[in-house]
């Protein structure tokens, strides 16, 4: 059983900054990626960035450019990076590990909120 423990989140303004970390315990046997996901209020959760256990990363349209995942393998930890945040980037995140294609196991979520 793997758990997650993200922390980090807050309340910042528009344009600042904040860095997320995700704490992984417990095997890890078998994953193939950690992602970062948000879900802000009335829409879907949507997929952000993930880093694959090879170190390749990928991200969503909306965050390219101003958000950046990184990993440290000797403290089993995935970071984001959020750089120019904007109001819309409010919500719910949400660390996340993957088998194969699949988000199998989700942290608790932190909230981020970006004020105007």
């Known amino acids: 059983q793997v758990q997650l423990v993200e922390s980090g989140g807050g309340l910042v303004r528009a344009g600042g900054s904040l860095k997320l970390s995700c704490a992984a315990s417990?095997?890890?046997?078998?994953?193939?990626?950690t992602g970062w996901h948000r879900q802000a209020p009335g829409k879907q959760r949507e997929s952000l960035a993930q880093?694959?256990?090879?170190?390749?990363?990928n991200y969503a349209d909306s965050v390219m450019g101003r958000f950046t995942i990184s990993r440290d393998n000797a403290k089993d930890t995935v970071c984001l990076q959020m750089n120019s945040l904007k109001t819309e980037d409010s919500g719910v995140y949400y660390c996340?590990?993957?088998?194969?294609?699949?988000?199998?196991?989700w942290g608790q979520g932190t909230q981020v909120t970006v004020s105007s």
């Open positions: 417990g095997s890890i046997l078998g994953v193939t990626a």
């Open positions: 880093i694959t256990t090879g170190g390749s990363t």
């Open positions: 996340a590990k993957a088998r194969g294609s699949k988000w199998v196991y």
